[in-house]
């Protein structure tokens, strides 16, 4: 499996430029394989991204911008939502990836959401009974 990188390499757009650039590294740097291609000079690969991008995905205008990322066809998501798995440390689900064998992020971020569950399960616990939030 490829993750697909459609980027535009001759954008004007500056912030379009770094999120391109903060997606490809962060591929990069962790090792795992893409394709990097370009809608900017392809009429083939700019008319497969926006007819790929789900409905409810594209923007107002009806045309998605670049970064968006696909694991061959199934499509994973832009920029923010790219953004988003790596913060919750979920980079690997996003992409539709196996985490790596010596890879703690996934563990870490099933540890947490575990350690939540634990907590809620506490503070419902130690709540009285017949205590309501409407009294």
Same mark, same amino acid.
């Given at each position: 499996m490829v993750i697909k990188v459609f980027v535009a390499t001759s954008s004007g757009s500056i912030a379009i430029r770094k999120k391109q650039q903060e997606v490809v590294g962060f591929l990069?740097?962790?090792?795992?394989?893409?394709?990097?291609?370009?809608?900017a000079g392809d009429e083939d690969n700019r008319r497969w991204m926006r007819e790929n991008v789900p409905g409810?995905?594209?923007?107002?205008?009806?045309?998605?911008?670049?970064p968006q990322i696909f694991n061959e066809e199934q499509y994973c998501g832009d920029f923010d939502s790219f953004f988003s798995a790596k913060e919750e440390n979920i980079i690997y689900s996003f992409l539709g990836? %196996?985490?790596?064998?010596?890879?703690?992020? #996934? =563990?870490? /971020?099933?540890?947490? %959401?575990?350690?939540?569950?634990?907590?809620? #399960? =506490?503070? /419902?616990e130690g709540e009285e009974p017949g205590e309501d939030e409407d009294s």
């Open positions: 990069e740097a962790n090792k795992i394989d893409f394709k990097e291609l370009d809608i409810e995905k594209k923007p107002q205008n009806g045309i998605p911008l670049p990836l %196996a985490p790596p064998p010596d890879s703690k992020t #996934e =563990e870490i /971020a099933m540890e947490g %959401a575990e350690g939540e569950a634990e907590e809620e #399960e =506490e503070t /419902a």
